[in-house]
C-alpha cells in the first residue's frame, strides 16, 4: 500500500459511517480498539520500543498556515508498517479476552527481546541509531485480524527483523512466555486444557 490513513475517533457511529462510505473492501478498511500500553503492563519509556497511540495525534498546524506541517513524532521515524496478525481460531478459546492480553504481552516480550538482540549486532544493514529510533503499539482490529501493531522507524530493516520474530510465534511460546508474570498463564493452561 502506497498510503495510509489513521483517524482517532472518540465516537463508534462515527466510525462505522467513516468505514461504510469509503467502500472499500474489508482488508483495507477496518475499525480498531486502540489499548493503552500502560493498560497491559508494558513501558513506554525513550529506550523501550514501545509508544502509546495517542502521540502520533498530538501534533496541530499553526492557524493561517497552508504548509502541510509534519508531525514531529514522525521527523526521526519516517516509515510506517502495519500488520494485522491471525490467530487461527485460537482467539476464541477459552477466556477470549484473558488469553488476548497474554498474547499481546507475548508479542510485547518478543519485540522487547529482538531489539536488544539487534544493539549486539554488527552490520551495514542498520545502525545502532536507526534500532533506537523503532518504536511499536497494538491496536485490536474488529474486521479479519485478531491482533494489529502498527511499527515506526528509519530504516525498514529494523521493521522487518521484528515482523520475522513475530512469524516464529506459536501458542507454545504464548503459553511460555517468560517475560510477563507466570500467574497470568494459568487460567489460560486451564480453559485451554481440553482442546489441547
Not at 14 to 24: G, M, P, Q, R, Y
Not at 49 to 56: A, C, M, R, S, V
Not at 102 to 116: D, E, F, N, P, Y
Not at 164 to 169: D, G, I, K, S
Request: with cysteine; proline share 5%.
Amino acid at each position: 500500500i502506497d498510503s495510509i490513513t489513521l483517524s482517532l475517533v472518540d465516537d463508534f457511529d462515527v466510525a462505522s459511517k467513516l468505514t461504510f462510505e469509503s467502500n472499500l473492501p474489508i482488508k483495507q478498511n477496518s475499525i480498531a480498539f486502540c489499548p493503552s500500553m500502560k493498560s497491559l503492563g508494558i513501558q513506554c519509556g525513550k529506550r523501550d520500543p514501545f509508544f502509546e497511540l495517542k502521540h502520533l495525534f498530538n501534533g496541530h498546524s499553526s492557524p493561517g498556515k497552508k504548509t502541510l506541517v509534519r508531525h514531529s513524532f514522525l521527523q526521526d521515524r519516517p516509515l510506517i508498517a502495519l500488520t494485522n496478525l491471525k490467530l487461527n481460531g485460537t482467539a476464541v478459546l477459552g477466556p477470549g479476552l484473558l488469553l488476548h492480553e497474554v498474547i499481546l504481552k507475548c508479542i510485547a516480550g518478543s519485540i522487547q527481546r529482538t531489539v536488544i538482540n539487534l544493539r549486539t549486532v554488527k552490520t551495514e544493514l542498520f545502525s545502532p541509531d536507526d534500532i533506537n529510533s523503532f518504536k511499536c503499539c497494538f491496536y485490536d482490529p474488529q474486521g479479519w485480524g485478531d491482533v494489529g501493531a502498527i511499527m515506526l522507524s528509519r530504516n525498514y530493516s529494523v521493521i522487518a527483523a521484528v515482523l520475522r520474530e513475530l512469524r516464529n510465534t506459536t501458542l507454545f511460546s504464548v503459553l511460555h512466555d517468560k517475560s510477563r508474570n507466570s500467574g497470568s498463564a494459568s487460567p489460560i493452561k486451564i480453559s485451554l486444557r481440553s482442546f489441547l
